[in-house]
Nanobody, 122 residues
Framework: QVQLVESGGGAVQAGDSLRLSCAAS????????MGWFRQAPGKDREFVAA????????YYTNSVKGRFTISRVYAGSAVYLQMNNLRPDDTAVYYC???????????????WGQGTQVTVSS
């Protein structure tokens, strides 16, 4: 059974940092782009960041550029999201995602993690 398992979420204050991790089991994603999405209460799931199998290039939604950094080991099956200078509007459940087709949109993701809660208070 293929699983993506996230860890590292929590409750922090505005301006703090968190590092999310996602580890895959059941198969390798060494040639698949991986990424992170988030979903706040009452909102649709939105793209946050993505990374190619080689580690570059990387992509970010505008609201996190300069604050979040996505990374992975070259051709590895784990992905990380370093989140700095967190803001209350970053509060959401964060999901790890992987795509065999190379399309990292909510409709194109083939594998989802179970999600990890990030709560940022002001």
């Amino acid at each position: 059974q293929v699983q993506l398992v996230e860890s590292g979420g929590g409750a922090v204050q505005a301006g703090d940092s968190l590092r999310l991790s996602c580890a895959a089991s059941g198969r390798a994603f060494s040639r698949s782009p991986m990424g992170w999405f988030r979903q706040a209460p009452g909102k649709d799931r939105e793209f946050v960041a993505a990374i190619t199998w080689s580690g570059a290039p990387t992509y970010y939604t505008n609201s996190v550029k300069g604050r979040f950094t996505i990374s992975r080991v070259y051709a590895g099956s784990a992905v990380y999201l370093q989140m700095n200078n967190l803001r209350p509007d970053d509060t959401a459940v964060y999901y790890c995602a992987a795509s065999d087709s190379g399309i990292l949109t909510p409709g194109g993701v083939d594998y989802w993690g179970q999600g990890t809660q990030v709560t940022v208070s002001s």
